[in-house]
């Protein structure tokens, strides 16, 4: 697939004629992403090394464990749920209330996981705390993302959307670096082995709670910022205009169901390589050996995956440029067919017998497979956040968007993991990577079915015929 420069229409955006408050914007969509993988990665190193121990009881670790993991999934389930609620209020309302909302609703559900009183406190009320917390914390979730996108896209440049649109995505290596490393710290600082530690030790008492309440200074500062952000220029046209519906979930299926389910696919791939190169990859590289595994300490592997995630942070803005000097078809087509072709490679990366086990293993074999990877992740999900919110006009973009970006988290990220462990246990990891693959061919065809949309308006995509007349609502 060979790439033929777009030339950028004057009109691609429907950006204000001044654009006062740059920086405030950036931060604004910037911040509520980096709170996300922030959450998502403290959350998921708790669920492993914390929350079994001081959370669920069990007469084995093993059920300890997947009672843990359980409640870390209650999330995937409430983000599309979020989706349609954050999304109902954003098209109605407008974007600026709808991200404080979701931002505070995630934040305060992060900080009260860390002040949560344990099983041998409270006894069976604490899981099912915990559990309710993380289902606020995905219900957050599922409307942050779009309504950040909407944020920076419908502010962006004429002929720059898809770079602005893009600081979203850089959450997603800030949270990952600020979340790791602070548990990194933190275990180092305080000697702590989850294989040995007991109730007693000062990590479990307290130190695994700073990582939760430290998300309240990102909270604070984000609330700052967005409260004194003014409403996107795309909204103020659609509610002058009177084109602000009263049910944006119904008008979105009504005009748009193509659009949600092309949307939901071009995010398929996306989302299972981040999956596979963090949640999977984890357990393969530091899983026992006698199971088939490679048995690294995950003090040694969380180096590398600190070492790659720098790949993912430097290529995400370097996707936005791209996206728009190429256009989105051209530029994410050719990047979904390399990480088809990365998934044909896993048996060469990670066959036990090629790189050694333990302490012997090769991990400059490792290193290469995840920056990789982790340089693959950054081109396909650095222009999604303009890609996505251009399938759908604007009186049903902030919920269409969500809708598709949250299913696909289902799909694409919520069974990857499981999927990727039975077969890496059954066949090797070269199943891994033909399963990556095959997620990939159904990207590339999505990607191919959509219209270019990079010089298109704002403001003109989705446009009403007469006689189909959307159900309006007077707003302000």
Known sequence: MQYEPVTQDAGATASPTTRPHKGRIIISSLVGTSIEFYDFYVYATAAISVFPFLFFHSDSDTGALLASLATFGVAFVARPIGSVLFGHFGDRTGRKATLLASLLTMGIATVLIGLLPTYYQIGLWAPTLLAIMRFCQGLGLGGEWSGASLLAGENSRPGHRGFDAMWPQLGAPIGFLFANGFFYLLTQSMHYDSTTATHQH????????????????????????????????????????????????????????????????????????????????????????????????????????????????????????????????????????????????????????????????????????????????????????????????????????????????????????????????????????????????????????????????????????????????AVG
């Open 202 to 473: 000062p990590f479990l008492i307290w130190g695994w709670r700073l990582p939760f309440l430290a998300s309240l200074v990102i909270v604070v500062l984000g609330v700052y910022v967005r409260f004194k952000l003014d409403e996107t220029p795309s909204f103020k046209k659609a509610r002058a205009a009177g084109q602000v519906v009263k049910s944006p979930l119904r008008e979105t299926f009504r005009t748009s169901w193509r659009e949600v389910i092309r949307g939901t696919f071009v995010m398929l791939a996306t989302y299972t390589l981040f999956y596979l190169m963090t949640t999977w990859i984890l357990s393969y590289a530091i899983g026992k050996t006698s199971s088939g595994l490679l048995g690294i300490s995950y003090s040694r592997f969380l180096v590398l995956q600190l070492i790659s995630i720098i790949a993912f942070a430097i290529m995400t803005p370097i996707s936005g440029w791209l996206g728009d000097r190429f256009g989105r078809k051209a530029f994410l087509g050719t990047v979904t067919a390399a990480i088809a072709v990365f998934g044909l490679t896993f048996g060469l990366f990670l066959d036990r017998a090629r790189i050694g086990t333990g302490e012997n293993a090769d991990m400059g074999h490792l290193l290469a497979f995840l920056l990789v990877g982790m340089t693959l992740m950054g081109l396909t999900f650095g222009i999604q956040s303009a890609l996505l919110p251009e399938l759908f006009p604007t009186n049903v973009r902030y919920t269409g968007s969500a809708i598709a970006y949250n299913v696909a988290s289902i799909l694409g990220a919520a069974v990857a993991p499981f999927i990727a462990a039975w077969l890496a246990a059954t066949f090797g990891p070269e199943s891994v990577g033909l399963y990556l693959t095959s997620m990939a061919v159904l990207t590339l065809i999505a990607v191919l079915s959509v219209k270019e949309t990079s010089r298109v308006d704002l403001d003109a995509i989705g446009g009403q015929a007469p006689d189909d007349e959307p159900e309006k609502v």
